[in-house]
């Protein structure tokens, strides 16, 4: 990776990465319950992340059930 694409300063770089990952976690679940509402269910929704169903369901489940969506058992 070529140094000019970060800040000068370190801080200002490490900074840069957590507001990165804080918007694409926003970004995730948005994605992800936008899914879940058009009725895809959790082994389709692991495969676009590219993770497994498990990992998907525990990471989203409460979410998404506080936000009233309603979810597929497969």
Do not use: N, Y
């Amino acid at each position: 990776m070529s140094d000019d694409v970060l800040p000068r300063d370190p801080a200002d770089a490490l900074a840069a990465v957590v507001a990165l990952r804080r918007l694409a976690d926003q970004i995730e679940d948005a994605a992800v319950e936008q899914a879940m509402r058009a009725g895809w269910g959790w082994p389709r929704v692991a495969e676009a992340l590219g993770v497994t169903r498990q990992a998907v369901h525990k990471k989203h489940f409460r979410r998404l059930v506080a936000a009233g969506v309603t979810l597929r058992r497969r």
